[in-house]
């Protein structure tokens, strides 16, 4: 329980269903207190103290577990390692696989409990396949799109059949003071939002060129590469404008020589997708087969043949991706418009490639 | 339910509660000057005579206070304040003080610049006092004030407050002591103990919380925390608590008009607990003075097992306890007296407090015996995440 509206609506909704349901509220840091206090974080005391509010109303116990240690190495750590390596991580999806449904569910398991509950809006069928919310603006079912079948059958979702502006009203007629609290949307653990300024804080600054990467002429300069991610187009500080009066995008970054590369649009189109080690949560397919594949949280949704060899994934899309960067979760979908798309497999994007005019292969347009 | 956390809170007495509500029920300031004042102000003085009298104290020693807490900061950094001066600024602890005194102790070093002395302890969690003669033969003349506790509230050792406050009177050094665990579970007698300040706490004994009391020697200058209408010797200035104050008065002297033969029946149920939950569960570690501690207090540690697990799966059997001192976000962190004693860090975060009370029966262990081993099992497949 966060401390936000939609976990304390899922637990009110699992004691509804008969459940013997107890609330958990997850410390993520040692120092509470260091957390952002204006805007929503998941780990202030003030949503700590909403959580337990939450489940005094409800009428179930509640208990703060602390999994700072393990967050702080299996989340944020890898967030670090992820931008420092080039690659865009995202740390929500990050906490699904190590956290919520891990180092919780395996110590609930341990204590006794059957399944954790939360908030997320994504939908269990009866074949036990994870598909999307029928709320399509709040559908979270890509940053669990990472969870293995064991992880997914000791978990339970019960705000995927419902739209937000309902799960809001509930929430109120349940007499829940977090019915109007806003969502949370920044990272948790990076307190005023500054994502940049947190990264360089870690990593350090250091002087790099931003090269176009056609000429290679030198168009600026920046003080840290790990600040940046493929398809970014704002912040790049150049002052010398494109040949052709459009903007600029970061096509490429690579950390060894803190060398940012920038182009223009066309250049971020990718066609193929490489990604590592799938995780299947449907039965595992051998030969290519068609889906649709997401490659951000609520990203666009592209129809792509889809190939499981060399220990990955290859997604040939059908109509082409721009921005794609690596360390992002390519989540496979099997389209069903009825009881919703279902998650088929998942994994992280290594590398994605375009096709130039010519149909020849263009370089990565993400470095592995 | 079976509580054995008593050493949180322990239920008012039904002669404290019929007290409080008495008097509550009574109008009057006992500051005013006029009769409804005057009926006040009488019951504030009986209950500080009653007060004096069960603690071996006189009745101008009594100051009133909101709580245990209070009355160890005004201990602490009231006589620091009084008697620090550029050459004498060193502050005395030790390493199992309550939050109220150590965090006090802290901010006098952190904030006030005070030099901070903290005294060891060994492995049952005495304090060590060839440590403090040592340390008081380098920098005797140097020391404010010097605090150690009666009794611990985690691990329920007794410590060697007379034996202590003897040594620093060599060096004429004021003693001040926090007797919140103590008073009314073992004989406390102010006098004898030769300390200079005593803090009690009412709802630890019976009384109501939001009460408490600084026992503070004439002699002894303690520079006030709060500034007002200059009530309790202008040491504590703040409207009294009446109805507060009597319950407190009332609990004080039922406890230690009570306490021996209490303190026999409550070290039985204690005793018998201890040894059917090291039948239970062999492995089980108690910690603390087998012999010198708190007739209540069982403390122990489940290897492999997260205190706060067992916690959770006691208070969801219908047991309740203790892990060791909350913290304000909830958060467990070790025990900061069992890393004192010595034990390491995993073994520190896997133990529970046992604590019982005036209302503690036979039902409570037996349930707490029913519970614990299926709960240990769990625990430790859960394991220290």
């Known amino acids: 329980m966060s401390g936000g509206v939609d976990s304390a609506v899922a637990a009110a909704r699992a004691v509804e269903a008969g459940h013997d349901v107890t609330g958990v509220h997850l410390a993520l840091s040692k120092n509470p207190q260091t957390y952002r206090t204006g805007a929503r974080g998941c780990c202030t005391i003030e949503d700590s103290r909403d959580a337990r509010r939450a489940a005094d109303v409800i009428g179930i116990p509640f208990y703060i577990w602390d999994m700072a240690e393990r967050f702080h190495e299996d989340v944020v750590e890898d967030f670090y390692a992820e931008y420092a390596a080039g690659r865009t991580p995202n740390p929500c999806l990050r906490c699904n696989e190590k956290i919520k449904f891990a180092a919780v569910l395996d110590r609930a398991m341990a204590l006794g409990f059957d399944a954790v509950v939360t908030g997320h809006y994504a939908r269990k069928g009866d074949d036990g396949l994870l598909r999307r919310a029928v709320d399509p603006g709040k559908d979270q079912s890509y940053v669990l799109g990472v969870l293995t079948p064991a992880q997914l059958a000791g978990s339970m979702f019960p705000l995927g059949d419902t739209p937000k502006d309902q799960v809001r009203v509930e929430a109120e007629t349940r007499g829940l003071a977090v019915a109007k609290k806003p969502d949370s949307h920044d990272i948790c653990f990076i307190a005023d939002g500054d994502t940049s300024g947190f990264l360089k804080n870690k990593l350090g600054t250091k002087e790099g060129e931003i ?42 970054i690579t950390p060894v020589d803190n060398r940012v590369e920038v182009g223009p649009r066309e250049a971020l189109r990718v066609d193929r997708i490489r990604t590592g080690a799938p995780v299947w949560l449907a039965d595992e397919r051998t030969g290519p087969f068609e889906a649709e594949v997401q490659l951000r949280a609520h990203g666009e949704v592209y129809p792509a043949t889809v190939t499981p060899e060399d220990g990955g994934l290859t997604a040939q899309l059908h109509k082409p991706a721009f921005g794609v960067a690596a360390g992002q979760a390519l989540v496979v979908y099997d389209p069903d418009a009825a009881q919703g798309d279902a998650v088929l497999a998942s994994g992280t994007i290594d590398a994605a490639h375009g096709l130039t005019a010519a149909g020849a292969e263009s370089g990565e347009a993400a470095r592995a | 339910m079976a509580y054995l956390d008593h050493a949180a809170t322990t239920p008012m007495l039904p002669q404290a509660l019929d007290a409080y509500v008495r008097t509550a029920r009574a109008l009057g300031n006992a500051s005013s000057l006029h009769g409804s004042g005057r009926t006040a102000r009488r019951t504030v003085e ?58 006090a102790v802290a901010w006098l070093g952190d904030h006030e610049r005070a030099d901070v002395s903290e005294l060891p302890v060994d492995k049952l969690g005495r304090v060590d006092t060839a440590a403090l003669a040592e340390l008081l033969a380098e920098h005797g003349p140097r020391i404010t004030v010097l605090t150690c506790m009666w009794a611990n509230n985690e691990v329920g050792t007794l410590q060697p407050i007379a034996e202590i406050a003897e040594i620093a009177a060599a060096h004429g050094i004021p003693v001040h002591t926090d007797a919140i665990q103590a008073v009314g579970h073992v004989p406390v007698d102010f006098a004898a103990s030769g300390a200079a300040g005593l803090a009690l706490s009412g709802h630890k004994l019976g009384g109501p919380t939001g009460t408490g009391a600084l026992i503070l020697r004439r002699d002894v200058k303690a520079v006030p925390l709060l500034h007002g209408g200059g009530q309790e010797r202008e040491i504590r200035s703040g409207t009294l608590d009446v109805p507060g104050i009597a319950a407190l008065a009332e609990a004080v002297g039922h ?41 209540g207090n069982a403390h122990f540690s489940f290897p492999g097992c997260e205190g706060d697990a067992l916690l959770m799966l006691l208070d969801a059997a219908g047991v309740e306890c203790a892990t060791g001192s909350a913290c304000s976000a909830g958060i467990a962190q070790p ?38 081993p299926e709960a240990v099992r769990r625990a430790k497949t859960a394991g220290l995440s």
């Open chain 1, 211 to 252: 090269v176009d990467a056609a000429s290679g002429e030198v168009l600026g300069s920046h003080d840290g590469s790990h600040q940046f991610t493929i398809g970014q187009r704002h912040g790049l500080g150049l002052k010398v404008p494109a040949a052709d009066g459009k903007p600029r995008y970061v096509l490429s």
């Open chain 2, 46 to 103: 009986e209950a500080r005579e009653r007060i004096a009298e069960a603690l071996g104290a006189k009745p101008g020693e009594v100051i009133f206070t909101g709580s245990g807490t209070e009355a160890d900061n005004l201990a602490v950094k009231g006589i620091h304040w009084s008697r620090r001066t550029p050459e004498r600024n060193r502050v005395v602890t030790t390493a199992i003080e309550h939050h109220a005194v150590a965090d």
């Open chain 2, 255 to 295: 406890a230690v008009r009570t306490q021996e033969v209490e303190s026999q029946r409550l070290a039985l149920l204690r005793d018998d607990l201890v040894a059917r939950i090291r039948a239970a569960v062999p492995e089980a570690v108690y910690n603390g003075d087998p012999e010198s501690r708190l007739p």
């Open chain 2, 335 to 372: 025990s900061h007296v069992l890393l004192a004693m010595g034990t390491d860090a995993d073994d520190a975060r896997s133990s529970l407090r046992f604590t019982l009370g005036w209302p503690t029966t036979k039902a409570d262990v037996d349930a707490l015996v029913a519970a614990l």
